[in-house]
Each structure stands twice: as C-alpha cells, then as structure tokens.
C-alpha cells in the first residue's frame, strides 16, 4: 500500500535544446515520509519539479502519484490529485495583502471568485489558520512585497496549504532565509509531516536537508547516482564526488 501511494518517476527525459536536464530519472518518494532531492547547480532538480506538477512537459517517461499516471494532467489537476508546490523564486502577488494572498491561492480571479469569496467565511477562517500556524498572522495585512523574503516563503506555503495537499513539493525553502526563520521552516516540515503529510523537497542548505529529512535522493546531470537516510549520503563517495566535481 505505502508503494501505491508513493509520487514515482520512470525514465523521466527532458532536453532543452542541446542540453539534457532530465536523463531517464527513475525515483520513488514514498508516503509519508519527509523526502530531499539534492544534487549539484544544474543536475535538474527544478526540471524534475516541473514536470512532476505539469509545468513543462517531459519528452518521456511517466509520473505516476497513488499508482494513477499524471504524466500529462494540467498543472491544476495535479494540485486537484493532492500535490502542492512552492517556487524557487517564491511566488506572491506583491500588491496584495498576506490574507489575500493566501485566499488567491484556492479563489477563481475575476467576478466568480468575488461572488464565491464574498460567501466563503470558511475559507477566510482556513486562511487565517495557516498564517498564524506559519507565525505570520500579525503580517495578514500588509502588502506581501513588504515582508521579508523569509515571510514571502512562508506565505506563499500557506497559499499551497490552503488546497491542503496530501504531497508538498518545496523548491529551496532555505534560500535567502534567515537562521530564525530557517528553523522554524524546519520544525514546520516535521510537525506538518507528523501530522500525515509527505514532504520532498529541493535543498541547498545541508543542516536543513540533515535534520528533516528521512529519505534522500541525490541527482547528477539529469538523474538519481545515489539515495537513502541521511547517514548514509553524507558519506557516500559518488555524492562526494558529484558535488565536488571529482
Ligand atoms: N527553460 C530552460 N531552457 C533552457 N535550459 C534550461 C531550462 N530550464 C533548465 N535548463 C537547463 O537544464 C539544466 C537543469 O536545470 P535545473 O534548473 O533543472 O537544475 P537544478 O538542479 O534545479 O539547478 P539549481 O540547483 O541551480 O537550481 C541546466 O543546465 C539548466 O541550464
């Protein structure tokens, strides 16, 4: 069952041009487990996000989430099937407040969403829920290109939980982000992973990587060289070796 309910790739291909950013990546992140891919500057880490959630379609290969094949649903049906994700270059409305923001993320634009949003108390209630679990709650509103980039990060999270996604993809949620808040992205990965959520997530900052993670998937040029528990990627030599260009 646990398989079943993994996020897996088979032979995921994806070329820009001459060059490759996906080579036949074959990985499995199983359920409920707090999952790392890592892997040098440009090993398509974020290639492999976009595909998995419908931004880019792959050349080949499949994705497959709960055994169904979603290697050519539309980004929106696979945030329907239960996977979320975050940016690198994280990804709010600067204009609007923080609560808006947050509403924006499950409320249609345009006049439909105001009529729905003018009866939905309950998800102004949700939305609420998230910023103060993510500890931005005093920030709800003041316009999101005020707030540090670190409460960028963790509004645009709360965004992605408001659809309450079962699989939570996190594009570098340590870039650029203070210690403080670091920590308390970590512990916020742990606590909401407790509470049933499965986790992968791309990561430069190792101690975070370390510390959260139960699985971890090691990319070089476009596929997996190496994956397992922490203890045993910090000392595999191929990871050693990738990262250090030997
Ligand atoms: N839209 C694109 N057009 C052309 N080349 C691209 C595009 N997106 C990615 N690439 C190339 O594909 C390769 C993989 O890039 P990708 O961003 O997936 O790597 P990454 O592991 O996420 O890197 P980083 O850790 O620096 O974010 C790189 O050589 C990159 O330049």
Redesign the pocket.
């Known amino acids: 069952m646990t398989e079943v309910r993994s996020l897996a790739t088979a032979n995921l291909t994806?070329a820009?041009?001459g060059?490759?950013?996906?080579d036949g990546a074959t990985v499995t992140f199983r359920h409920g487990q707090v999952n790392a891919l890592i892997?040098?500057?440009?090993?398509?880490?974020?290639?492999?996000?976009?595909c998995v959630t419908g931004m880019?379609r792959p050349d080949s290969g499949q994705t497959t989430y709960r055994g169904q094949d979603i290697t050519r649903r539309a980004p929106h049906a696979i945030v329907r099937a239960g996977i979320g994700r975050t940016f690198?270059l994280c990804r709010v409305f600067p204009r609007m407040s923080a609560l808006d923001n947050v509403l924006a993320a499950v409320r249609p634009a345009g006049l439909v969403g105001q009529l729905r949003g003018a009866r939905a108390r309950v998800e102004v209630d949700r939305a609420w829920g998230w910023l103060t679990r993510l500890g931005i709650e005093h920030l709800a509103d003041v316009e999101a290109r005020t707030m540090s980039w670190g409460q960028q990060k963790l509004l645009e999270l709360a965004g992605v939980l408001m659809s309450d996604p079962e699989t939570v993809l996190l594009?570098?949620p340590a870039g650029g982000v203070n210690p403080a808040l670091l920590d308390r992205i970590g512990t916020l990965v742990r606590e909401l992973n407790a509470e049933g959520r499965t986790f992968v997530i791309?990561e430069?900052n190792m101690d975070l990587v370390m510390s959260v993670s139960d699985h971890i998937v090691v990319?070089d040029r476009?596929r997996p060289i190496a994956e397992g528990p922490p203890s045993l990627i910090r000392t595999d030599e191929r990871v050693l070796g990738a990262y250090l260009g030997v």
């Open positions: 994806k820009f041009g060059v490759v950013a996906l892997g040098p500057n440009g090993s398509g880490k974020t290639t492999f996000f976009n880019i690198q594009d570098e791309v430069h990319f476009g």
